[in-house]
């Protein structure tokens, strides 16, 4: 059966995500382990359900959502997929990990770009919407799956909180449009997987998230 398994990876409690697609293959969503300890457990869960990564997508790439790309690449040989309005964030990944002082192995080359808004990402026998979601990176994804009823989200809305906007290529207001027209627009009763705590869901954030709600109280919204 197919699942969506979680991971919190490193020094920012990051969340990798991984997609088993039900036929021995999977996708890995962020990969951020970065750690021997991190990536063994990574690995024996994959060898416990059996599966072979032959997929990597990115929401964005800050530093702890990338952390985990090279082992990915020389374990499984898969090549990341990001957005091309996420470039910038890429480039500036290497020199993050410099200034926190957080140890990451080189970059690989990055795969085939992920495509236009509203176009579809096929992983195995599920198909996930790509939604260009900016405003905590200037080119930031979300992915829904719209026959499940989720949506892996990246850094844009947590529960009860939302992605940061003071890194390069962050902004409030262009946050909270992604909000308010790329998340609250999906039923109320979507599953919310963030890259960071728990999972949340559209109706429970639309009616109290402090900084984007529907009633447009929020502290992004003033």
Same mark, same amino acid.
């Given at each position: 059966? &197919?699942?969506?398994?979680?991971?919190?990876?490193?020094?920012?409690? #990051?969340?990798?995500?991984?997609?088993?697609?039900?036929?021995?293959?999977?996708?890995?969503?962020?990969?951020?382990?970065?750690?021997? $300890?991190?990536?063994?457990? +990574?690995?024996?869960?994959? %060898? /416990?359900?059996?599966?072979?990564?032959?997929?990597?997508?990115?929401? =964005?790439? =800050?530093?702890? =959502?990338?952390?985990?790309?090279?082992?990915?690449? @020389?374990?499984?040989?898969?090549?990341?997929?990001? =957005?091309?309005? @996420?470039?910038?964030?890429?480039?500036?990944?290497?020199?993050?990990? $410099?200034?926190?002082?957080?140890?990451?192995?080189?970059?690989?080359?990055?795969?085939?770009?992920?495509?236009?808004?509203?176009?579809?990402?096929?992983?195995?026998?599920?198909?996930? $919407?790509?939604?260009?979601?900016?405003?905590?990176?200037?080119?930031?994804?979300?992915?829904?799956?719209?026959?499940?009823?989720?949506? %892996?989200?990246?850094?844009?809305?947590?529960? /009860? &909180?939302? /992605?940061?906007?003071?890194?390069?290529?962050?902004?409030?207001?262009?946050?909270?449009?992604?909000?308010? $027209?790329?998340?609250?627009?999906?039923?109320?009763? +979507? #599953? %919310?997987?963030?890259?960071?705590?728990?999972?949340?869901?559209?109706?429970?954030?639309?009616?109290?998230?402090?900084?984007?709600?529907?009633?447009?109280?929020?502290?992004?919204?003033?």
């Amino acid at each position: 059966m &197919s699942q969506l398994h979680t991971f919190t990876f490193n020094a920012f409690s #990051e969340q990798t995500y991984l997609l088993d697609h039900g036929n021995g293959e999977a996708t890995v969503f962020d990969p951020g382990m970065s750690t021997a $300890e991190e990536r063994e457990r +990574f690995n024996r869960h994959c %060898i /416990g359900l059996g599966v072979k990564i032959v997929q990597c997508l990115l929401t =964005h790439a =800050h530093l702890d =959502h990338v952390l985990g790309l090279a082992w990915v690449f @020389d374990c499984w040989g898969v090549r990341p997929r990001l =957005h091309p309005t @996420d470039n910038l964030t890429w480039d500036q990944a290497p020199r993050a990990a $410099e200034l926190y002082g957080v140890p990451m192995d080189p970059l690989p080359s990055r795969g085939p770009d992920l495509e236009a808004h509203g176009s579809v990402v096929v992983c195995g026998g599920h198909r996930l $919407e790509v939604r260009c979601a900016p405003g905590h990176s200037a080119g930031h994804v979300v992915f829904v799956h719209h026959e499940r009823g989720w949506v %892996i989200g990246g850094d844009v809305l947590f529960q /009860g &909180s939302v /992605g940061r906007t003071d890194l390069p290529g962050g902004d409030g207001a262009t946050l909270a449009k992604s909000i308010a $027209e790329q998340l609250y627009t999906l039923p109320d009763s +979507f #599953e %919310i997987w963030p890259g960071h705590g728990p999972s949340t869901t559209v109706g429970a954030e639309k009616a109290s998230n402090p900084y984007v709600n529907v009633g447009g109280t929020g502290m992004l919204q003033r």
